[in-house]
């Protein structure tokens, strides 16, 4: 995520068509508009982040690992291992239902969450987390939870502190790597939201060998800093070769709009039928310095229906 590959420099996107061989599907997509005509940009980016840190450590002292997680906490539901035992209500629960609040202040992420990466601080502030990521030449935080989920629809708030330098990535069917700092390297699908180059906006990624590719071109939406804005996303799998996906976001508050703003359809082989966990991702365009603080809430997974 997330710079165009014209703004990258020359030695790094050689190294990215090097490492990453390409799309696997072959998309195109360039000048392409959103479902909506909304105006977009160009279209295939693909970066890696061989250079980012991983067991960077959180300010709340603990240390990255790049592994998964079974624990869960009061909000939670379960990963693969207690999939279809009851909840609360006595209800089962499936591989994708999946409920995190942050209520509290506690300061740390509830105990199912991991660091894949990247992360200078990951707490909880005032009921919802924090999430910054070290800023190198590739600035991407990213915390993990261990499910086995294929067809997710997830649903979750957030909220950018800079007019200018951030983005939001969920992903799933993702396998608890970080980029190419990892063994193995990140994979999966997101959604991504960003405000760090013109226009601001929707759009879907693929991670594949922890090089991090856009799929086809995002949709504008405009996106403030202090605003809390809300989005969906799901992910199907339309046939045996082929997974559906699909996005919106509005401004909290607002009615949640009917129609999809970002409907792609992918092929990328080792994605296909993948169970896998989620990862929330902070992005800053900035390489110096501190990054601004991104802030999420109320994220809601459920099985893709």
């Not at 199912?112 to 910054?132: K, Q, S």
């Not at 915390?143 to 294929?150: G, K, P, Q, R």
């Not at 960003?194 to 504008?220: K, T, Y």
């Not at 703003?261 to 966990?277: K, N």
Request: glycine share 12%; aromatic share 8%.
């Amino acid at each position: 995520m997330r710079p165009t590959a014209l703004s990258l420099p020359a030695f790094a996107l050689s190294f990215c068509l090097a490492a990453c061989g390409g799309d696997d599907d072959g998309d195109t997509g360039a000048g392409t508009t959103g479902s909506e005509g909304d105006a977009t940009t160009d279209s295939n980016t693909s970066t890696n982040g061989s250079t980012s840190t991983n067991g960077s450590t959180s300010t709340n002292g603990s240390t990255s690992t790049n592994g998964s997680t079974t624990t869960t906490n009061g909000n939670t539901t379960t990963d693969d291992d207690s999939s279809g035992d009851p909840d609360e209500t006595g209800e089962p629960l499936g591989e994708c239902d999946f409920t995190e609040s942050f209520d509290g202040n506690a300061g740390e992420w509830p105990s199912n969450w991991v660091i894949a990466g990247g992360v200078a601080t990951a707490d909880v502030v005032d009921g919802r987390a924090r999430l910054v990521p070290n800023t190198n030449n590739y600035s991407l935080a990213r915390m993990y939870t261990d499910l086995d989920c294929v067809d997710a629809e997830v649903t979750f708030a957030f909220q950018f502190t800079d007019g200018a330098s951030q983005g939001i990535g969920v992903y799933v069917r993702q396998n608890g790597g970080h980029l190419q700092t990892t063994t193995p390297p990140g994979t999966g699908y997101a959604v991504f939201i960003e405000n760090f180059r013109a226009p601001a906006g929707i759009g879907m990624w693929r991670e594949i060998d922890g090089a991090e590719q856009q799929i086809e071109s995002i949709v504008a939406s405009p996106i403030e800093p202090g605003v809390v804005y809300r989005a969906r996303a799901r992910f199907t799998q339309a046939d045996a070769t082929t997974t559906l996906l699909q996005a919106r976001m509005w401004r909290d508050g607002d009615a949640e709009p009917d129609a999809w703003q970002v409907e792609r359809m992918d092929q990328t082989p080792h994605l296909q039928g993948a169970g896998g966990g989620l990862a929330l991702d902070a992005y800053s365009s900035r390489t110096s310095g501190d990054a601004a603080e991104l802030f999420i809430d109320d994220v809601v997974m459920t099985p893709a229906s």
